[in-house]
């Protein structure tokens, strides 16, 4: 919403609102004293009412067009047909004093029609108030509830201001105008009510006013109606004064802040629960019936009893509709909760049917490291059924024990890391004790399961690596026992192509030397081979020994091109270096071995250089 939009209604710094508030009160106020301070003429109090009257009227009119102006868009709707409804009252209004100065009695009623269009625009306005979205049913049932707190507070009226009327058996609703007045105004009063209970929350300071305003309202048009029933001129008592303090009210609400929300109308969790308004209606309805009930000519009246028969048909169709719209909430919550269920149970069935499929072993425990659940692998790998191990604390009963038989200890176990630390261990490994007491050894990942900040207990996926142990023991006795046999024969190979080779045994011909030293070559490279093969063994053992010492990094490179020259020479390369110096802690003969390898490979691959 712009910063527009968002202002308040009035702004505090515009004083000139406030003075026209002012000016309303003190205008209702000098009315009321003025009726009251003694004898006046009629004339003198149908002025002084009407001035109050116009001066709060007019004071309503700009105050909500101001509002409809300058509040949020949500609002502004309601605030212009509260204005209009307020010129209507001031039309009404002055068409009563004109009829009543020139003695147009017969006409005056006319007025009354001011009044209606004014009440259903309130209505109308009232309304238009931002609250949750009303389906058509409960628009019903706020019409009913209206219906039977009008009829109601009519009922009371009639029962203790209408005495004697009742008591001759006349009808106290002889007209059917002000009837249709008075019921347009308890309905106003209605709505206003039922809007502070089922608004927002956030507008409630407004929605107060509007109702008080609006139930002051009423109230004063009430005491007219018992006013004239009685053959007065309403116009001439101090009644008005009450018009005057509910427009002030509805002035006032119109001043407040508006609510600065970027949503165009409340959610339901912002409404206040339904039970104000079923209270305040059937309240209502029981004050009146005590009331009659207590008046003997209010029992005997037929007017009243045909009121009374309006009203029971109203509760009964309210009471109808709810059984009807709970009937059908009901099956709709029904419908909601199997669909619901439905979904859970197929969702439930395929986490069970993956748990089930995983190869692995998957075992959950909670906060204290009990096993809350195990899939059929995990069971099977420990020799146990899913059953026996569910409840039983996890590390106690299949972790398997140090060398010496003692326990390890739980809070040094990677399922209590991962429930007080929230840490996951991945690849770990650990042993298990079967149900038939051998040790499994298995590979473990141990993961939290998070809720909402807490962690109530892990997750641990193992996995059985009997058989690849199995392959890297029997694959390490491979390699030993190949390199090492490999080493006798060579040994004897090399040392008989050596004998060959210095005419030990005889001179040879230039063929059969070059055929030996072809031989004497491929030894050596195969002899590399082996010792490569057990110094990887040695690497992935762990155990191959280490003489870090400090060297010259001069004589260290010297010895690896010195081995290196027979071979660079044969293929045509010439190996050529830059003085170099400092030292180097590490083990020499690794490091000559890497630097051989290295640059055997590059001599290789180089062309033979052009002398």
Same mark, same amino acid.
């Given at each position: 919403?712009?910063?527009?939009?968002?202002?308040?209604?009035?702004?505090?710094?515009?004083?000139?609102?406030?003075?026209?508030?002012?000016?309303?009160?003190?205008?209702?106020?000098?009315?009321?004293?003025?009726?009251?301070?003694?004898?006046?003429?009629?004339?003198?109090?149908?002025?002084?009412?009407?001035?109050?009257?116009?001066?709060?009227?007019?004071?309503?009119?700009?105050?909500?067009?101001?509002?409809?102006?300058?509040?949020?868009?949500?609002?502004r709707r309601a605030w212009h047909l509260l204005s209009i409804s307020a010129v209507f009252v001031v039309l009404?209004?002055?068409?009563?004093?004109?009829?009543?100065?020139?003695?147009?009695?017969?006409?005056?009623?006319?007025? $009354?029609?001011? =009044?209606?269009?004014?009440?259903?625009?309130?209505?109308?306005?009232?309304?238009?108030?931002?609250?949750?979205?009303?389906?058509?049913?409960?628009?019903?049932?706020?019409?009913?509830?209206?219906?039977?707190?009008?009829?109601?507070?009519?009922?009371?009226?009639?029962?203790?201001?209408?005495?004697?009327?009742?008591?001759?058996?006349?009808?106290? =609703?002889?007209? =059917?105008?002000?009837?249709?007045?008075?019921?347009?105004?308890?309905?106003?009063?209605?709505?206003?009510?039922?809007?502070?209970?089922?608004?927002?929350?956030?507008?409630?300071?407004?929605?107060?006013?509007?109702?008080?305003?609006?139930?002051?309202?009423?109230?004063?048009?009430?005491?007219?109606?018992?006013?004239?029933?009685?053959?007065?001129?309403?116009?001439?008592?101090?009644?008005?004064?009450?018009?005057?303090?509910?427009?002030?009210?509805?002035?006032?609400?119109?001043?407040?802040?508006?609510?600065?929300?970027?949503?165009?109308?409340?959610?339901?969790?912002?409404?206040?629960?339904?039970?104000?308004?079923?209270?305040?209606?059937?309240?209502?309805?029981? !004050?009146?019936?005590?009331?009659?009930?207590?008046?003997?000519?209010?029992?005997?009246?037929?007017?009243?009893?045909?009121?009374?028969?309006?009203?029971?048909?109203?509760?009964?169709?309210?009471?109808?509709?709810?059984?009807?719209?709970?009937?059908?909430?009901?099956?709709?919550?029904?419908?909601?909760?199997?669909?619901?269920?439905?979904?859970?149970?197929?969702?439930?069935?395929?986490?069970?049917?993956?748990?089930?499929?995983?190869?692995?072993?998957?075992?959950?425990?909670?906060?204290?490291?009990?096993?809350?659940?195990?899939?059929?692998?995990?069971?099977?790998?420990?020799?146990? /059924?899913?059953?026996?191990?569910?409840?039983?604390?996890?590390? $106690?009963?299949?972790?398997?024990?140090?060398?010496?038989?003692?326990?390890?200890?739980?809070?040094?176990?990677?399922?209590?890391?991962?429930?007080?630390?929230?840490?996951?261990?991945?690849?770990?490994?650990? =042993?298990?004790?079967?149900?038939?007491?051998?040790?499994?050894?298995?590979?473990?990942?141990?993961?939290?399961?998070?809720?909402?900040?807490?962690?109530?207990?892990?997750?641990?996926?193992?996995?059985?690596?009997?058989?690849?142990?199995?392959? $890297?023991?029997?694959?390490?006795?491979?390699?030993? !026992?190949?390199?090492?046999?490999?080493?006798?024969?060579?040994?004897?190979?090399?040392?008989?192509?050596?004998?060959?080779?210095?005419?030990?045994?005889?001179?040879?011909?230039?063929?059969?030397?070059?055929?030996?030293?072809?031989?004497?070559?491929?030894?050596?490279?195969?002899?590399?081979?082996?010792? $490569?093969?057990?110094?990887?063994?040695?690497?992935?053992?762990?155990?191959?020994?280490?003489?870090?010492?400090?060297?010259?990094? /001069?004589?260290?490179?010297?010895?690896?091109?010195?081995?290196?020259?027979?071979?660079?020479?044969?293929?045509?390369?010439?190996?050529?270096?830059?003085?170099?110096?400092?030292?180097?802690?590490?083990?020499?003969d690794r490091i000559v071995q890497t630097l051989v390898n290295l640059i055997g490979n590059a001599i290789k691959?180089?062309?033979?250089?052009?002398?």
């Amino acid at each position: 919403m712009s910063a527009r939009h968002a202002e308040r209604i009035i702004r505090p710094g515009d004083l000139r609102w406030l003075v026209i508030l002012g000016a309303v009160v003190a205008a209702a106020l000098m009315s009321l004293a003025i009726v009251l301070s003694g004898p006046l003429s009629s004339a003198t109090r149908l002025i002084v009412n009407n001035i109050g009257l116009v001066v709060c009227g007019l004071a309503v009119i700009v105050l909500a067009w101001v509002a409809a102006r300058r509040g949020p868009l949500r609002q502004r709707r309601a605030w212009h047909l509260l204005s209009i409804s307020a010129v209507f009252v001031v039309l009404a209004i002055e068409w009563y004093v004109v009829c009543g100065t020139l003695r147009w009695n017969k006409v005056s009623p006319i007025g $009354d029609l001011g =009044f209606l269009a004014a009440g259903l625009l309130a209505v109308w306005g009232m309304a238009s108030f931002p609250t949750t979205r009303r389906r058509g049913r409960e628009l019903l049932r706020m019409v009913l509830d209206g219906v039977v707190v009008g009829g109601s507070v009519l009922l009371t009226t009639a029962v203790l201001a209408l005495a004697p009327v009742l008591s001759a058996g006349q009808n106290p =609703f002889y007209r =059917f105008d002000t009837i249709g007045l008075m019921i347009i105004d308890v309905i106003v009063a209605t709505v206003a009510g039922l809007l502070l209970i089922r608004g927002d929350r956030a507008d409630r300071p407004v929605q107060l006013l509007l109702a008080l305003g609006f139930s002051i309202w009423a109230v004063t048009d009430l005491f007219r109606w018992v006013v004239q029933v009685r053959g007065l001129v309403f116009y001439q008592t101090a009644g008005p004064v009450g018009w005057m303090l509910g427009y002030s009210l509805i002035a006032f609400a119109a001043l407040l802040p508006g609510r600065i929300r970027t949503s165009s109308a409340p959610k339901r969790n912002d409404q206040a629960p339904p039970l104000g308004d079923t209270v305040m209606t059937f309240g209502l309805l029981l !004050v009146a019936a005590v009331t009659n009930a207590l008046s003997r000519p209010a029992v005997l009246n037929p007017w009243i009893g045909a009121l009374w028969l309006l009203l029971v048909a109203a509760v009964v169709a309210r009471q109808l509709l709810l059984i009807t719209d709970n009937e059908l909430l009901r099956r709709t919550l029904e419908r909601r909760v199997h669909s619901r269920t439905r979904e859970l149970a197929s969702m439930t069935r395929q986490s069970e049917l993956l748990l089930n499929s995983v190869g692995d072993g998957i075992y959950g425990v909670d906060s204290r490291g009990v096993v809350t659940f195990v899939n059929p692998s995990g069971a099977r790998t420990l020799g146990y /059924t899913a059953e026996e191990l569910i409840g039983q604390h996890a590390h $106690d009963q299949f972790h398997a024990p140090q060398s010496d038989g003692r326990p390890y200890d739980y809070q040094e176990c990677y399922i209590a890391e991962a429930i007080l630390t929230g840490l996951t261990t991945s690849g770990e490994e650990d =042993f298990y004790v079967g149900a038939d007491g051998r040790q499994i050894p298995v590979e473990v990942t141990a993961s939290p399961l998070h809720s909402e900040g807490s962690r109530p207990g892990a997750v641990i996926v193992f996995r059985d690596i009997t058989s690849r142990r199995e392959v $890297d023991r029997m694959k390490q006795e491979f390699v030993s !026992v190949v390199s090492h046999e490999l080493r006798t024969p060579l040994t004897a190979i090399r040392g008989s192509l050596g004998l060959l080779s210095g005419d030990r045994l005889g001179a040879l011909s230039p063929q059969a030397r070059r055929m030996i030293g072809i031989a004497l070559d491929s030894t050596e490279r195969l002899g590399r081979l082996v010792n $490569d093969i057990l110094d990887i063994e040695r690497m992935e053992s762990g155990s191959m020994p280490m003489d870090f010492r400090d060297h010259d990094v /001069t004589e260290i490179i010297q010895t690896a091109v010195t081995q290196l020259r027979p071979i660079a020479a044969e293929a045509g390369v010439r190996i050529s270096t830059e003085p170099t110096v400092g030292q180097v802690n590490a083990d020499a003969d690794r490091i000559v071995q890497t630097l051989v390898n290295l640059i055997g490979n590059a001599i290789k691959f180089s062309p033979p250089v052009v002398w």
